[in-house]
């Protein structure tokens, strides 16, 4: 029954990031008259799919810390797991600055 109820509870997190992300499907037709258009296309596509795995890594992390139950050791998995996935947010929002500056400014 806890299985069940973390999954559901799992599934309600993840629910709105999907739908944020999810888009029509004229949406997902590869732009043909600009190569910028395509880039951004592309990077968008990969920033998406960092950003949904470093809040699973992120979600995953929590339930280690929170289910340790006072195993030092897995307190310490839990937040390094914590601490990569963050790292790994803040390098795809970086990258994703950087993609924005240069379709702006440079191409």
């Not at 029509?24 to 880039?39: G, I, K, M, N």
């Not at 920033?47 to 995953?60: G, K, P, Q, T």
């Amino acid at each position: 029954m806890k299985k069940f109820l973390a999954v559901l509870i799992l599934a309600g997190l993840l629910l709105p990031a999907a739908m944020a992300v999810a888009k029509t499907e004229a949406e997902y037709q590869l732009p043909t008259e600009d190569f910028s258009a395509l880039v951004d296309r592309v990077a968008n596509v990969i920033f998406s799919v960092l950003v949904i795995i470093s809040i699973l890594f992120l979600l995953y992390g929590g339930v280690l810390i929170l289910t340790a139950a006072g195993n030092d050791e897995q307190v310490t998995k839990g937040r390094s797991v914590l601490l990569y996935a963050v790292i790994g947010l803040v390098i795809a929002l970086f990258a994703k600055a950087i993609q924005a500056f240069l379709i702006k400014y440079l191409i």
